[in-house]
């Protein structure tokens, strides 16, 4: 396997395709290549090219979570969520961008079963174990969305820049369809810089995992108020970060038979959440 290390971020964008995949920090990719669920002969490395830092309220593409937790100018919903991923050692690793974009953690998925999302006809999770799966957006695909940055993002209105174009961060995530099963509308070869990540009145970001601590999300809950307006989204219910236009849309959720407890889970989380930004 090569590793590529373009000087300018045109010249890894060009790099990017026919067996070219795009490293961050290497901790969701390198696993996917050991386990040869993701094929590359080349590594196309992003630490020279793509923005780290933090300037105003844009946040280079390449900063770390660890950076983030640590940085008091960012959003407080960020800034908790970024806190509560992962272990210390992978968020000194892990960027922004490359968390925005982690593959599922579906185990059927990670064990290449032939289901939805590889390709196949069947969602194995729907039929078989599926206590950390979805409760929103599962027909096709049930998997949860592992990012908890994402639903923080979400709530706060971040957008996005990308290599080619601008977009609220709600369109960089999609359903899964019989005709393309990603689950981003990120384009093959399309890099995403930075973020713009407006600063809200008040927000707040609560997780709810298996342990205190180095665990993913069963319900994450990201309140940002602005102005008049309180948004909410949910990290850990659906296969992509999910907005909520209000609590009462936890009565129209889809679960499985082993996930009904996470919208029990959820009220508590969103009340407190509401109450905290108050
Ligand atoms: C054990 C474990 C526990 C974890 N727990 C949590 C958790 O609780 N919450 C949570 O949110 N996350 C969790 N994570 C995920 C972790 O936060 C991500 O692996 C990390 O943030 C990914 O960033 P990276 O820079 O290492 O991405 P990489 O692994 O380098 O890349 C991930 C993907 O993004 C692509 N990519 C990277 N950067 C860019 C870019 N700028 N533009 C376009 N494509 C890009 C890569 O090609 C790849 O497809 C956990 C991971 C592990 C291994
Ligand atoms: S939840 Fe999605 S990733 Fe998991 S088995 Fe079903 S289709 Fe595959």
Not at 18 to 40: C, E, H, K
Not at 128 to 143: L, T
Not at 174 to 190: A, C, F, H, V
Not at 208 to 222: E, I, K, N
Request: charged content about 20%; proline content about 7%.
């Amino acid at each position: 396997m090569q590793l590529l290390r373009p000087d300018s971020l045109e010249a890894a964008a060009a790099a990017l395709g026919n067996g070219s995949v795009a490293l961050g920090g290497g901790t969701d990719l390198v696993p996917l290549l050991r386990d040869r669920i993701v094929q590359a002969d080349t590594l196309v490395e992003l630490r020279d090219v793509v923005p780290r830092g933090v300037e105003g309220t844009t946040i280079g593409a390449g900063t770390t979570l660890a950076e983030l937790e640590l940085n008091t100018e960012i959003p407080q919903a960020l800034r908790e969520a970024c806190s509560l991923s992962a272990s210390p050692q992978l968020r000194s690793m892990g960027t922004i961008g490359g968390n925005l974009l982690q593959a599922t953690r579906c185990w059927y998925w990670r064990l290449k079963y032939p289901c939805f999302l590889h390709g196949g006809s069947t969602c194995h999770a729907r039929e078989g174990a599926h206590r950390e799966h979805a409760i929103f957006g599962n027909e096709r695909c049930a998997s949860a969305h592992p990012s908890d940055p994402a639903a923080a993002l979400l709530a706060l209105g971040a957008t996005l820049r990308t290599t080619r174009r601008e977009l609220p961060l709600a369109e960089l995530y999609r359903l899964p369809t019989e005709d393309d099963r990603n689950l981003t509308t990120l384009e093959p070869g399309e890099l995403i810089v930075e973020l713009d990540v407006p600063q809200p009145e008040a927000s707040t970001y609560l997780k709810a995992m298996d342990r205190s601590r180095f665990s993913f999300a069963l319900v994450g809950v990201a309140v940002a108020r602005v102005g008049a307006e309180t948004r909410v989204a949910l990290a850990g219910v659906a296969p992509i970060p999910w907005l909520l236009d209000s609590p009462d849309d936890l009565d129209r959720a889809t679960p499985l038979p082993g996930t009904a407890y996470k919208v029990e889970l959820a009220r508590p989380l969103i009340r407190r959440a509401l109450d905290a930004v108050a």
